[in-house]
């Protein structure tokens, strides 16, 4: 006994004795009204509690030698896939050429609809020569560099192709090569130029300053000139054109939070001879969500623009050089930035305040309930008393 009276002396709730209460109507409205008001706080405050804000933050990107993957999905409505070549180049002096790795080409009819669909990891080792006699020795037509003359045999149309590259030649559709006749490569030309053209996959580069691009013709990249042979795309009787529509381009990984300003852009034009340049900025991102492994991934903005090239041909090569006007094309350059983004998640407020607003949600409430309540009484009691008199 004697502990819990010592107790006693500490207790700041004294009660009142039950007899001296009483209860009234005006109470148990102000009671129902306090505790509604007080359920109302107390949700308030739980949603505080869980809500989730994003607090981005900018950095200086640190990262070296790092790679990103591309990926893209366009649509060339007016060009066949034999004509249409992706090339990758940047600052670093990397360049993939006619990228095959990890790039689907789909082949379209002129009404849209899919033919079929290779993935060029395959094509590119190439037809095999049909046969030939061991001792075959296809000529290349003299386009040779002096030093291996006599020594170099063009045993496919591929050779001969990429001879007449070495040499800085056009190639025509292969009408009159031997080589090509025999593959049937002047038929395959004819029959696939209403053709159009899908192009989807990715491809890795180096975080660096580059630009990729579709142009047509194969290309050939010298040390100080990057060319590509426009002759079949230029002399075809079908007008080949670089409409295009771009229905993905992304730089790493998805992720939901970022929008693609290129997705589903369509570029029309009818001619043959026009040029469409996207710059493209880069902005590395990291997403940091609560209960999620965080993402790196980037977003980028862009903007564009397109011109008919005029009076860029180098009529006596039948080659046009990037740097003479331009080429037909779909040109995308890329920049990254040096600041790096970070989104990252949080849940500003921590249980303790949470526990804390309950508290003074439901003690304040109660407080001026209390007050409400006497106050409500004492005038009830003060009336009656007048009326009384
Ligand atoms: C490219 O985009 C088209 C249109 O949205 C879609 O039908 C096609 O499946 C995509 N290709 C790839 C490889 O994702």
């Known amino acids: 006994m004697a502990p819990r009276r010592r107790l006693t002396t500490f207790d700041a709730f004294s009660k009142t004795v039950e007899d001296a209460r ?17 359920i109302f706080l107390v949700i308030s ?20 030698g790092e790679r990103m993957n591309i990926n893209l999905n366009v649509t060339f409505p007016t060009i066949p896939c034999d004509m249409l070549t992706l ?6 002096g990397e360049q993939q050429t006619e990228i095959t790795h990890g790039i689907m080409k789909t082949r379209l009819s002129p009404e849209g609809t899919i033919i079929s ?14 046969h030939l006699d061991d001792n075959y020795c296809g000529p290349c037509y003299g386009a040779i560099p002096k030093e291996e003359e006599g020594t170099k045999c063009c045993n496919t149309c591929d050779d001969v192709r990429d001879a007449y590259q070495a040499v800085g030649w ?7 090569v031997e080589q090509c006749e025999r593959e049937h490569y002047p038929e395959r030309v004819e029959a696939v130029k209403h053709e159009g053209c899908n192009i989807a996959g990715h ?37 080949h054109t670089f409409s295009h529509q771009i229905h993905h381009l992304s730089f790493g990984p998805y992720h939901d939070g970022i929008v693609n300003p290129l997705d589903n852009t369509v570029k029309k034009t009818d001619e043959r001879n026009f040029n469409y340049m996207y710059f493209v900025k880069v902005v590395s991102t990291r997403f940091e969500r609560i209960g999620q492994a965080p993402v790196d991934t980037n977003q980028y903005s862009v ?10 041909r180098d009529e006596d090569h039948k080659n046009t050089m990037h740097a003479r006007g331009g080429i037909p094309g779909v040109f995308f350059s890329y920049d990254i930035s040096p600041m790096k983004v970070i989104n990252h998640e949080e849940r500003p407020k921590s249980f303790g305040s949470f526990l804390i607003g309950v508290c003074a949600a439901v003690g304040g409430v109660l407080a001026v309930a209390t007050v409400v309540d006497r106050g409500v009484w004492e005038a009830d009691k003060a009336l009656s008393r007048k009326k009384t008199i």
Do not use: C
């Not at 580059?210 to 230029?234: E, I, K």
């Not at 903007?303 to 860029?312: A, D």
């Open 22 to 38: 009483v209860r009234t109507t005006s109470g148990g409205i102000v009671t129902i009204v306090s505790t509604v008001v007080i």
């Open 45 to 64: 405050e739980w949603r505080d509690y869980r809500m989730i804000s994003n607090r981005p933050e900018l950095i200086v990107d640190k990262t070296r």
């Open 87 to 92: 090339d990758v180049m940047d600052v670093s």
């Open 117 to 130: 669909t290779e993935s060029l990891d395959l094509h590119a080792a190439g037809a095999a020569p049909h």
């Open 170 to 176: 056009a190639f025509g559709d292969g009408k009159g």
């Open 203 to 239: 491809f890795s580069v180096n975080k660096v300053v580059g630009n990729f691009h579709f142009a047509p013709g194969r290309s050939y990249t010298s040390p100080s000139v990057h060319v590509h042979d426009l002759n079949q795309y230029t002399t075809s009787d079908v007008v």
């Open 303 to 312: 903007t564009s623009h397109e011109r008919p090239i005029r009076g860029g």
